[in-house]
């Protein structure tokens, strides 16, 4: 009977599936036809005489893009590939491969397309790009025990596991060079690295770090915050020679709708990852499974009838307390845990909040343990009668902590919590004690203050020694930025004198590169600081201290004075006159002393003001000052060049260009950077070069970073280039050697 049934079962199951075969066939040709339909006469013919298009995806970037045991397909991208492919009739192939392989195989032209590349200037000489249709922000992992680590900066110093030939290997060279990478060939083995304690931290892509830690349990993993960069942007490459193609995936891509990329992504990124097995060869394995499993359950239910009550009772010692019957701490932090998970995929906040009876102890005293009890388990009613507030809790004999979540957006905090306070001050006149007891409440936020229970209980416990500084009946929310950035300020602030004494500051120099006669023409001077305690400090961090504490004056001086003895070398040696860039800040220009020192200086050192070229930002002029336009009127009588840094920045740019007499205009970095592609960046640069022709003014081109970056500002003949591509800034001695080997070194650069 039993072998009957199975029998009658399978056979359902294959009619079931046949029709259903047939179901989907007929809508996916449908689908395929439409779609086809929809493009045009030379899109369907080209279509129509290549009826196998090999793409290819990587094997082993799960869940983004991996092949199963079987060498299946499986993960984000393969499953948009399968819905292109269901529109396109059925002709593309997946070829699985490792990345290298890969993009060798698209340049070559073994394979046709190629999913989750991310569009770069080095390889458009072979490849076509869709837009991006998968975007995933890029982390910072490291140990639970390991200090929280907010940004770039907070790596200075430590060792870094990123994967080899991937983007922020390049991004962290660039960019933060104080970091120690460690290179490995994948992502589990970066993590691995981590979780090893060979490396302090790891940042990539999140989707794939997750994913991992999650496979292989590493528990001691966490995510401590979120690059400044963005993240993968992930597009289909095609082959160059091939545009149609490209036109058609993009296409198919855009007629995906929404709902089907929301299925796509729940399935992969929101629920765990399950992998596509086999059944039939387990179903033996799996009848006797559910035998024994009968079994076991018949024996664990007559078990659990004698130890239900034991385990109810001591779950309710284990969760709750015993005096007001709310949460304990352990019960408390359970939940704030999931309140967390749940914020965390629906972008909400949480408020949460721990009161204080300040004078519990002394209450004691007078009325005795059993009246103060009592007060202990009426304000623990009063707390949980409020609607607004998801679990409340007893988190020691004398403070209760509860949060509130589902909060739109940060500004919400602040008022739901006064709110909150208010509400129990006006329940509690009812109990002579809580009125007029004094009560302290502090507070955190997520996810503002903390991305899990642990850190935002300890910076909780943090705001709450400092509500008890700061009095009773008091309010402190954490605020951990603030104090961390005291701290630094204060720190710097004493290092920057100490450093001006020691002479740690170093003046560096960038080229700038003159387009038409392919050489250097002059040099930027940029301060550089490296100290013994704290490291590699950027300019961008110590300049805004150095100037709010006036220490600008003396740091600017012993600038001026090693540039334009740099200056008087350089002449010396090409034979003819190299400018120097020097930066002034607002508060150097108001400083009376500033016209005397730098004429000072250069009788001093005999080098003629013409070799002197002063850059200001729109943040000198904006206050209409009479003394720095009297000064900048001085300058330029001494001799001196004066250039518009920054241009195209500020409100005003073009009212100052055509009030004062600048020799030179450079144009922000921001501006270049993506000049290739931004025709408005492309519109704003071409108008500042003719402006400056107006003006009868020598355009500078600052940022300049590629090729294709140099090939654009060639074409409309910017004057100057100032950047990556030619040279960083570089000390004295190595941009003698530049200066010297110019004419080589910048040639092979054009």
């Given at each position: 009977?039993?072998?009957?049934?199975?029998?009658?079962?399978?056979?359902?199951?294959?009619?079931?599936?046949?029709?259903?075969?047939?179901?989907?066939?007929?809508?996916?040709?449908?689908?395929?036809?439409?779609?086809?339909?929809?493009?045009?006469?030379?899109?369907?013919?080209?279509?129509?005489?290549?009826?196998?298009?090999?793409?290819?995806?990587?094997?082993?970037?799960?869940?983004?893009?991996?092949?199963?045991?079987?060498?299946?397909?499986?993960?984000?991208?393969?499953?948009?590939?399968?819905?292109?492919?269901?529109?396109?009739?059925?002709?593309?192939?997946?070829?699985?491969?490792?990345?290298?392989?890969?993009?060798?195989?698209?340049?070559?032209?073994?394979?046709?397309?190629?999913?989750?590349?991310?569009?770069?200037?080095?390889?458009?000489?072979?490849?076509?790009?869709?837009?991006?249709?998968?975007?995933?922000?890029?982390?910072?992992?490291?140990?639970?025990?390991?200090?929280?680590?907010?940004?770039?900066?907070?790596?200075?110093?430590?060792?870094?596991?990123?994967?080899?030939?991937?983007?922020?290997?390049?991004?962290?060279?660039?960019?933060?060079?104080?970091?120690?990478?460690?290179?490995?060939?994948?992502?589990?083995?970066?993590?691995?690295?981590?979780?090893?304690?060979?490396?302090?931290?790891?940042?990539?892509?999140?989707?794939?770090?997750?994913?991992?830690?999650?496979?292989?349990?590493?528990?001691?993993?966490?995510?401590?915050?979120?690059?400044?960069?963005?993240?993968?942007?992930?597009?289909?490459?095609?082959?160059?020679?091939?545009?149609?193609?490209?036109?058609?995936?993009?296409?198919?891509?855009d007629s995906i709708s929404v709902q089907q990329r929301m299925q796509i992504h729940d399935s992969w990124v929101k629920l765990n990852i399950v992998n596509s097995y086999d059944l039939n060869q387990y179903t033996p394995y799996i009848l006797l499974s559910l035998i024994l499993l009968v079994l076991l359950l018949s024996w664990t239910l007559l078990l659990n009838r004698k130890l239900g009550y034991f385990k109810k009772l001591l779950y309710t010692k284990t969760n709750y307390d015993p005096l007001t019957g709310l949460a304990n701490r352990y019960l408390f932090n359970d939940r704030l845990k999931v309140a967390i998970d749940q914020a965390q995929k629906d972008k909400t906040a949480i408020l949460i909040l721990i009161c204080k009876l300040d004078e519990l102890d002394r209450l004691r005293k007078i009325k005795g343990a059993a009246e103060v009890n009592q007060l202990l388990i009426e304000t623990a009613n009063l707390l949980n009668k409020n609607n607004?507030?998801?679990?409340?809790?007893?988190?020691?004999?004398?403070?209760?902590?509860?949060?509130?979540?589902?909060?739109?957006?940060?500004?919400?905090?602040?008022?739901?919590?006064?709110?909150?306070?208010?509400?129990?001050?006006?329940?509690?006149?009812?109990?002579?004690?809580?009125?007029?007891?004094?009560?302290?409440?502090?507070?955190?936020?997520?996810?503002?203050?903390?991305?899990?229970?642990?850190?935002?209980?300890?910076?909780?416990?943090?705001?709450?020694?400092?509500?008890?500084?700061?009095?009773?009946?008091?309010?402190?929310?954490?605020?951990?930025?603030?104090?961390?950035?005291?701290?630094?300020?204060?720190?710097?602030?004493?290092?920057?004198?100490?450093?001006?004494?020691?002479?740690?500051?170093?003046?560096?120099?960038?080229?700038?590169?003159?387009?038409?006669?392919?050489?250097?023409?002059?040099?930027?001077?940029?301060?550089?600081?490296?100290?013994?305690?704290?490291?590699?400090?950027?300019?961008?961090?110590?300049?805004?201290?150095?100037?709010?504490?006036?220490?600008?004056?003396?740091?600017?001086?012993?600038?001026?004075?090693?540039?334009?003895?740099?200056?008087?070398?350089?002449?010396?040696?090409?034979?003819?006159?190299?400018?120097?860039?020097?930066?002034?800040?607002?508060?150097?220009?108001?400083?009376?002393?500033?016209?005397?020192?730098?004429?000072?200086?250069?009788?001093?050192?005999?080098?003629?003001?013409?070799?002197?070229?002063?850059?200001?930002?729109?943040?000198?002029?904006?206050?209409?000052?009479?003394?720095?336009?009297?000064?900048?009127?001085?300058?330029?009588?001494?001799?001196?060049?004066?250039?518009?840094?920054?241009?195209?920045?500020?409100?005003?740019?073009?009212?100052?260009?055509?009030?004062?007499?600048?020799?030179?205009?450079?144009?922000?970095?921001?501006?270049?950077?993506?000049?290739?592609?931004?025709?408005?960046?492309?519109?704003?640069?071409?108008?500042?070069?003719?402006?400056?022709?107006?003006?009868?003014?020598?355009?500078?081109?600052?940022?300049?970073?590629?090729?294709?970056?140099?090939?654009?500002?060639?074409?409309?003949?910017?004057?100057?280039?100032?950047?990556?591509?030619?040279?960083?800034?570089?000390?004295?001695?190595?941009?003698?050697?530049?200066?010297?080997?110019?004419?080589?070194?910048?040639?092979?650069?054009?």
């Open positions: 009977m039993f072998t009957y049934f199975l029998k009658f079962s399978k056979a359902i199951g294959l009619i079931t599936i046949l029709i259903s075969t047939v179901v989907n066939a007929s809508d996916d040709n449908k689908a395929s036809t439409d779609f086809v339909n929809q493009l045009n006469n030379a899109e369907r013919n080209w279509l129509k005489d290549h009826q196998e298009i090999k793409i290819g995806f990587m094997n082993n970037w799960a869940p983004i893009s991996f092949a199963d045991n079987k060498q299946r397909p499986q993960g984000i991208s393969p499953a948009y590939a399968r819905t292109l492919n269901e529109k396109l009739g059925g002709v593309l192939k997946l070829i699985p491969g490792d990345w290298d392989s890969l993009l060798k195989d698209l340049e070559h032209g073994r394979i046709d397309a190629l999913l989750d590349i991310t569009k770069r200037p080095s390889r458009e000489s072979f490849a076509l790009f869709t837009k991006p249709y998968l975007e995933i922000p890029h982390i910072i992992i490291a140990n639970k025990k390991t200090p929280l680590i907010t940004n770039e900066q907070s790596l200075s110093g430590k060792t870094l596991a990123l994967e080899k030939g991937f983007g922020n290997v390049e991004y962290f060279k660039r960019n933060f060079p104080e970091v120690l990478i460690h290179e490995y060939t994948n992502t589990p083995q970066a993590l691995e690295a981590v979780a090893s304690g060979q490396s302090y931290a790891y940042a990539g892509n999140r989707a794939v770090a997750i994913h991992i830690i999650n496979q292989n349990i590493m528990t001691n993993l966490k995510v401590h915050g979120h690059l400044n960069k963005p993240g993968s942007i992930l597009s289909i490459g095609v082959r160059k020679d091939w545009p149609l193609l490209q036109s058609i995936l993009q296409q198919a891509l607004q507030i998801d679990t409340v809790a007893r988190w020691s004999d004398n403070a209760f902590v509860f949060f509130v979540s589902n909060l739109d957006k940060q500004s919400q905090i602040d008022s739901i919590s006064n709110g909150l306070i208010q509400q129990l001050k006006e329940q509690g006149r009812q109990l002579t004690d809580f009125a007029t007891m004094p009560i302290s409440y502090a507070g955190c936020a997520y996810p503002k203050d903390g991305q899990d229970s642990e850190e935002i209980l300890v910076n909780m416990a943090l705001a709450l020694e400092e509500t008890a500084k700061a009095g009773p009946s008091q309010l402190r929310f954490f605020n951990n930025q603030m104090n961390e950035t005291i701290k630094r300020r204060l720190k710097l602030n004493l290092a920057i004198s100490q450093a001006i004494n020691k002479r740690q500051f170093e003046v560096y120099y960038q080229p700038k590169v003159d387009v038409n006669q392919k050489r250097i023409h002059s040099f930027e001077a940029l301060l550089r600081w490296q100290n013994n305690e704290l490291g590699k400090i950027s300019p961008a961090e110590f300049i805004p201290i150095a100037e709010e504490s006036g220490q600008i004056i003396e740091l600017g001086k012993y600038c001026f004075s090693q540039a334009i003895q740099q200056a008087k070398r350089w002449q010396k040696i090409s034979g003819r006159a190299i400018n120097v860039a020097i930066n002034l800040s607002p508060v150097q220009f108001n400083d009376p002393g500033l016209l005397p020192f730098i004429k000072m200086e250069l009788d001093k050192h005999q080098v003629p003001a013409e070799l002197i070229e002063i850059e200001i930002t729109e943040g000198v002029l904006m206050n209409e000052n009479p003394a720095v336009s009297h000064r900048i009127d001085e300058l330029k009588q001494m001799g001196c060049l004066l250039a518009m840094d920054d241009f195209g920045t500020g409100y005003s740019s073009l009212s100052y260009l055509r009030r004062y007499p600048f020799d030179v205009i450079k144009i922000d970095k921001e501006f270049i950077e993506d000049i290739e592609i931004d025709e408005s960046n492309q519109h704003l640069v071409k108008s500042t070069q003719a402006l400056g022709r107006a003006f009868n003014s020598i355009v500078v081109a600052e940022g300049v970073e590629s090729k294709s970056q140099l090939n654009f500002l060639r074409l409309i003949q910017c004057d100057l280039i100032q950047g990556y591509y030619f040279s960083p800034a570089v000390p004295a001695e190595q941009a003698e050697k530049l200066l010297k080997n110019s004419d080589e070194l910048i040639a092979a650069r054009f």
